[in-house]
């Protein structure tokens, strides 16, 4: 009897000590479980956050590259006359010679020439061509006749590079277009009347020095 009880208890003890070993056992899986998922959460959080900063770089990358080609940009829009026009005054523009040239005589023709285009302007680097002029003083001759208010410069993209188009504002007064006028020598002026016998409608000189002044003009348009 006392030995079937001696192995009982051996028995039993024998149970706790397997179900405490089970007990200790599962205790350090649930800690490495719980450990393991602690890990991938730091793990995961450490990830999101880097992608986040390398989200946030890129951005700034972007932003950055966005910023140089848009300053490029803007520089490559700033005109050699812009340049000009912030180191020159308006007295060194205005007062702008061209060497052994009749600089008046220049800007009449200049601006005669761009009121023959109307509202349609030319566009500058043409008439500079047209005229035999260096781009260097073509350009200072638009900012000259900007600032003497004969004509509007409207900066415009031709062919991937900025340029101006050159519109009239204002022609000079010129006493040109009637120093050859017949009437200023005409020896029956004073017999001659819009209803006489000698009149500007019948005149052959008149009608002469109308051709002549066409022609000429013709042909400097054409130079």
């Not at 200049?110 to 109307?118: C, D, H, N, P």
């Amino acid at each position: 009897m006392v030995k079937k009880e001696i192995t009982s208890a051996a028995k039993l003890k024998k149970e706790l000590e397997e179900a405490k070993a089970e007990l200790v056992s599962r205790n350090k899986k649930l800690k490495l479980s719980v450990k393991t998922e602690a890990k991938k959460k730091v793990d995961k959080k450490k990830e999101e956050t880097k992608k986040k900063v390398e989200a946030k770089k890129k951005v700034e990358e972007a932003k950055k590259k966005e910023e140089e080609a848009k300053k490029k940009e803007e520089e490559a829009k700033i005109t050699q006359e812009e340049i000009w026009e912030e180191q020159l005054t308006e007295e060194e523009i205005i007062g702008f010679q061209i060497d052994k040239t009749d600089m008046d005589k220049l800007v009449n023709r200049i601006t005669e020439m761009i009121a023959g285009y109307e509202t349609k302007g030319i566009l500058q680097n043409i008439l500079w061509r047209k005229l035999k002029l260096s781009s260097r003083d073509g350009s200072r001759l638009a900012l000259k006749l900007e600032k003497l208010g004969n004509i509007t410069r409207e900066k415009i993209l031709e062919n991937g590079r900025w340029t101006y188009l050159l519109l009239i504002k204002k022609i000079p007064i010129s006493t040109k277009s009637i120093e050859n006028a017949p009437c200023l020598v005409c020896p029956v002026e004073g017999k001659c009347s819009t209803d006489g016998e000698t009149s500007p409608k019948t005149c052959v000189y008149i009608e002469d020095w109308v051709l002549t002044e066409l022609k000429t003009k013709k042909r400097h348009e054409t130079n």
